[in-house]
T-cell receptor, first 114, second 110 residues
Framework: SAVISQKPSRDICQRGTSLTIQCQVD?????MFWYRQQPGQSLTLIAT?????????ESGFVIDKFPISRPNLTFSTLTVSNMSPEDSSIYLC???????????FGDGTRLSIL | QKEVEQDPGPLSVPEGAIVSLNCTYS??????FMWYRQYSRKGPELLMY??SSGNKEDGRFTAQVDKSSKYISLFIRDSQPSDSATYLC??????????WGAGTKLIIKP
């Protein structure tokens, strides 16, 4: 399966600032997703990152808060904007390599907001 | 009622035991069924991926899907301390919009 690298692996940020998380894959993938996982909880899908067009957001998530880019078939970024302590979470990137293939995940970015 | 129900545990068993992890679901349209293992401070790692009903075996792991009962299981034979992790079930109508269980924390005692 593809090797998925996320940067940074963790960060501590100040309230009101923004952080951009990168997801790099070592091979071309058809789909990329961004998830949030609260400690001890399951995963919540934030959005599908679409190559060359606007991301598709799930209910409760908006572009102004979580802008996403996907300039090509191997790279995507998620920005967490105007952060508050409620944004403290693990942010995960996942990818699908082809039709009817399962999702594979990176190791996530652990974000803490002070 | 949640679409996918999974007992969060923790489930503690002795080394060498057979482990049974289960999820139930309510949406009969689900066709893709997955089990992921997640270690602390790591992302979910795909263990088993099944389309429709039936059994699938991979080494010490066996996944079962019973669509008539809306029930999926993951069995781990000869469990090892290194199997201690959280196990997440996920399912969907396509393989994109995943619906997740809460995850079961498994502890294998040496």
């Amino acid at each position: 399966s593809a090797v998925i690298s996320q940067k940074p692996s963790r960060d501590i940020c100040q309230r009101g600032t923004s952080l951009t998380i990168q997801c790099q894959v070592d091979s071309q993938v058809t789909m990329m997703f961004w998830y949030r996982q609260q400690p001890g909880q399951s995963l919540t899908l934030i959005a599908t990152a679409n190559q060359g067009s606007e991301a598709t957001y799930e209910s409760g998530f908006v572009i102004d808060k979580f802008p996403i880019s996907r300039p090509n078939l191997t790279f995507s970024t998620l920005t967490v904007s105007n952060m508050s302590p409620e944004d403290s979470s693990i942010y995960l990137c996942s990818v699908v390599q082809g039709n009817n293939q399962p999702q594979h995940f990176g190791d996530g970015t652990r974000l803490s907001i002070l | 009622q949640k679409e996918v129900e999974q007992d969060p545990g923790p489930l503690s068993v002795p080394e060498g035991a057979i482990v049974s992890l289960n999820c139930t679901y309510s949406n009969s349209a689900f066709q893709y069924f997955m089990w992921y293992r997640q270690y602390s401070r790591k992302g979910p790692e795909l263990l088993m991926y099944t389309y429709s009903s039936g059994n699938k075996e991979d080494g010490r792991f066996t996944a079962q899907v019973d669509k008539s009962s809306k029930y999926i299981s993951l069995f781990i034979r000869d469990s090892q301390p290194s199997d201690s992790a959280t196990y997440l079930c996920a399912m969907s109508r396509s393989n994109y919009q995943l619906i997740w269980g809460a995850g079961t924390k498994l502890i294998i005692k040496p």
